[in-house]
């Protein structure tokens, strides 16, 4: 249904075993290269894509600029960097693809929250990089202040769970940007989550496939897309591809 439609995947992951991987809670990921990665998706109209860095790739900057290599133009990376990663290396991934800072308080391997506020300030003054967050809504309503108040922020799979909702659409009336990902992760209604969202505001929800969906309940699916093609009616071509390209500035 969606395959003859341009389609940024605003979330993916690369894993590949030539650069420094960790074990997260004893978890280490299969490899999926940039390759696999091509294969995979060969027939969802992708056009570009956020290569997004995962717990068990820490500070690794290596493997993501390589990627950003293999894949070319209209891809970007999210990174995860120390809080005190200097301004002269902050500039350098900007100018190398990588368009936001991620913080995962999910699984931890990013900076830690109580350096959010500045660091996605000085992100975004040095390089113009947005936040992107790994959080379950239901810890939103302690951030929300702070995550109001910044440039540009996203959140990851839909917030989680669906008792953070209230939370989730108070940020998106201030700004905040959503990812309808991770189908197999969460703990709602996807399609009545998507429908709220749009409810909101039409240009805050971007989609993307999570693959390869490390640690998943179940994997990413191209029925994910036709979910998304139902539910998002005449916002589709944006939530597929405008939404995004426009945040990470494709």
Do not use: C, W
Not at 70 to 84: A, K, N
Not at 94 to 120: K, P, T
């Amino acid at each position: 249904m969606t395959s003859a439609r341009p389609f940024f995947d605003a979330h993916f992951h690369v894993i590949d075993s030539r650069f420094p991987l960790e074990a997260n809670e004893g978890f280490v990921p299969e490899e999926f290269t940039v390759a696999q990665y091509r294969e995979r998706t060969a027939g969802l109209g992708v056009v570009g894509g956020a290569v997004v860095s995962g717990s068990f790739q820490r500070f690794d900057q290596g493997y993501l600029l390589d990627a950003l290599d293999q894949l070319g133009p209209g891809f970007v990376g999210v990174t995860q960097i120390p809080h005190d990663l200097p301004d002269a290396d902050v500039a350098a991934l900007g100018e190398r693809g990588v368009r936001a800072v991620r913080f995962n308080l999910r699984r931890g391997g990013s900076a830690a929250v109580e350096h959010l506020d500045r660091l996605a300030r000085r992100v975004h003054d040095l390089a113009g990089m947005h936040v992107e967050l790994y959080v379950d809504a239901r810890d939103l309503p302690d951030l929300a202040a702070v995550l109001a108040a910044l440039p540009a922020v996203s959140i990851d799979h839909l917030g989680l769970h669906a008792d953070g909702l209230p939370a989730l659409l108070a940020l998106v009336e201030r700004g905040v940007r959503v990812k309808a990902t991770g189908f197999g992760r969460v703990e709602l209604d996807v399609a009545a989550t998507i429908r709220a969202v749009l409810a909101v505001d039409p240009t805050a929800l971007m989609v993307g496939s999570d693959l390869p969906s490390t640690r998943a309940r179940r994997p990413f699916a191209d029925s994910d897309l036709d979910l998304v093609a139902t539910v998002a009616g005449e916002h589709l071509d944006a939530v597929l591809h405008g939404n995004a390209a426009a945040f990470y500035r494709v």
